[in-house]
C-alpha cells in the first residue's frame, strides 16, 4: 500500500521544497538599500553641489564631472530596473566588471551617482556618475 503511494508523497516533499526556498534565495537584489553609507554618499553630493570654494568647483566641473542639481533631486534609488542598468554600466568601463548590488543615487533627471562597496582601488571607495544612457562621465575616490 505504501509504494502506491510513494509517486503523490515524493511530489509533495518536492513542491514542498520548492515553496520553502526564501524569495531573496531566489532573485538577490540589485539595489543596496538607504543606510549610512548612501547618506555619506548623499552629503558628499551635496558637498560638491554647493561648494563655493572656486578649486573645489573646478575639480567638481572639469576633473570629477559631478552634475549641479537641485538638492531635492538627490535620492536613493530602490528600483531594480534602474540598478541592473547602472551595473551593466559599469561592465562598459575601462577595465570593467559586474558587482552584484550597488548603491545608486539619483541626481536630478539625467544623472546617477553609483557605489560598489566590494570594489576598491587601494583602499579606497570609488563613486561614479553615470549619465541617462549609464555610461560612466566621472566620480571621485574617497577614504
Not at 576598491?120 to 570609488?126: G, P
Request: glycine content about 6%; charged content about 15%; some cysteine.
Amino acid at each position: 500500500m505504501l509504494i502506491r503511494f510513494l509517486p503523490l508523497f515524493s511530489f509533495v516533499l518536492m513542491c514542498a521544497a520548492l515553496v520553502s526556498v526564501p524569495a531573496a534565495a531566489q532573485h538577490s537584489p540589485k539595489c543596496r538599500p538607504a543606510d549610512d553609507t548612501s547618506e555619506n554618499i548623499i552629503g558628499d553630493l551635496k558637498n560638491w553641489i554647493t561648494t563655493t570654494d572656486p578649486e573645489r568647483i573646478v575639480a567638481r566641473d572639469s576633473v570629477f564631472k559631478i552634475p549641479v542639481v537641485n538638492l531635492s533631486q538627490i535620492s536613493v534609488v530602490t528600483d531594480e530596473r534602474i540598478c541592473a542598468k547602472v551595473i551593466q554600466g559599469y561592465a562598459t568601463m575601462a577595465g570593467g566588471y559586474t558587482p552584484s548590488s550597488v548603491y545608486v543615487i539619483k541626481m536630478g533627471t539625467k544623472f546617477h551617482a553609483a557605489y560598489d562597496p566590494s570594489g576598491k582601488a587601494d583602499q579606497h571607495s570609488i563613486v561614479h556618475i553615470f549619465d541617462s544612457k549609464y555610461q560612466s562621465i566621472g566620480g571621485w575616490t574617497g577614504g
